[in-house]
Structures are given as structure tokens and as C-alpha cells.
């Protein structure tokens, strides 16, 4: 489309409180206004026809995203939701174990944050978290500790709140996480395959997509 016609729709976005702009200059910067915005688009990924794959590129970015992505500022996908699952296993998570309630009326939908559980931090998640750098005594105070959406790929739980977004911010710092080819697909570098298995449990066989997901080496 052209630039005005860009311009007009971004207008109308931010008008409606869904985008943000920043003029830095002569450029104007756009983002998604928080992570209400971000879940209502994954929520309507759930119901929107699937786009036709027509090139190897398109198909590539697909599983990608399924594989491991980021949702608005926490982990998702398989790597999410494995990685939910991996601090249930270890004790630092409890409350549930990482699946919907089938046959139970329920009040979560087919993706965004979730309503039915509530998943608490252990004594040993705190210790094990803070060992690992995690600050949990600065997280935002306006925002839930924990909470989780139900993944619209998975179609189970994956880490959301401040505790998810600090522990992603802290996987990216340690780069053990790098960004994929798209902004929001991410992928385990050989030292963070090393150490999700060393902390937390999510072992190379765990790792979303097994022997199809391989890891990426530093300076790839």
C-alpha cells in the first residue's frame, strides 16, 4: 500500500488506543500498546482463515513461530509451553499441570491469558529464580506476578506475567535465546540449550521440534 494510505490506517490505530507513536525526529515509531493488544491478536490468529503457504520461506516462518516465538514479552510456543511444563516438573512452579480442563466448564478461551488456574511460585522456584539473576523483588508492581495464556498453537499453558517477561528478559541476556529471521520467532543457542538442561530441566529431547529444531551456534 502507499504511505499515506499506511499513515491513514496507522492513524486510525492509534486513535482507537490499540498502537502507540513516538516521533524520534522526522520518523514516527509505532508498537503494539501493551499486552492486552498482543493477546487479542493471537486470539483472533485462533479463529482467522490460515493464509495459503506458497513458497519454502512462508512455510519455514510457520513452524517457526510454532515452534518458539515471543508472546508480546514472555515465551511461547513449544519452547513455552515446554519450558512451563520443565518448572512444573522441577517444584518451582505448582498449582497445575500445564493443560486445560477438559469437560469442565471453563472460562479460558482458545488462546490469551487464562483464567482457571492459578499457578503460584514455589519456595524453590524463588530460590532457583534468583540464582539465575532474576530480580523478583523489582518486578512491576501493577502487574500479576504470574499468569499464563493458553498458547494458540499448543493449545496449552506457557509463562506470562512479570515473572514470564523477566525470565525471557534474563534467557535473552544471557544469550541463550537470539531472535529468528521474523521479530517475534526466537531460537536456543548451543549455551542456552546447555543451560535450560543444567537449570531448569528442558533437556536437548525436550527442546521444541527434537531433531527439527536444531540449536543455533553463537555468532550464526
Do not use: N
Request: net charge positive; charged share 20%.
Amino acid at each position: 500500500m502507499s504511505a499515506a494510505t499506511a499513515s491513514a490506517h496507522l492513524g486510525k490505530l492509534v486513535e482507537a488506543g490499540l498502537v502507540g507513536m513516538e516521533s524520534v525526529g522526522r520518523c514516527r515509531y509505532y508498537r503494539l500498546a501493551g499486552p492486552d493488544v498482543s493477546l487479542a491478536l493471537e486470539a483472533l490468529a485462533v479463529i482467522a482463515p490460515p493464509l495459503p503457504v506458497t513458497s519454502l520461506r512462508a512455510s519455514s516462518t510457520a513452524g517457526a513461530l510454532r515452534r518458539s516465538r515471543t508472546c508480546y514479552d514472555h515465551l511461547a510456543g513449544r519452547l513455552g509451553v515446554d519450558l512451563l511444563e520443565a518448572l512444573l516438573r522441577g517444584g518451582l512452579l505448582a498449582g497445575h499441570d500445564g493443560t486445560g480442563r477438559p469437560g469442565r466448564p471453563v472460562r479460558d478461551g482458545a488462546s490469551g491469558y487464562g483464567h482457571d488456574v492459578d499457578y503460584r511460585l514455589t519456595d524453590t522456584g524463588r530460590e532457583t529464580l534468583a540464582g539465575f539473576g532474576v530480580d523478583l523483588d523489582r518486578l512491576p508492581a501493577r502487574r500479576p506476578p504470574i499468569r499464563y495464556c493458553v498458547d494458540w498453537s499448543e493449545q496449552r499453558h506457557h509463562l506470562a506475567g512479570a515473572v514470564g517477561a523477566a525470565l525471557t528478559a534474563r534467557l535473552f541476556a544471557l544469550r541463550w535465546l537470539r531472535h529468528g529471521s521474523t521479530p517475534r520467532v526466537v531460537h536456543v543457542t548451543e549455551d542456552g540449550s546447555e543451560g535450560l538442561a543444567a537449570t531448569f530441566g528442558l533437556r536437548p529431547a525436550d527442546r521444541p521440534g527434537g531433531t527439527d529444531a536444531p540449536t543455533v551456534p553463537e555468532g550464526s
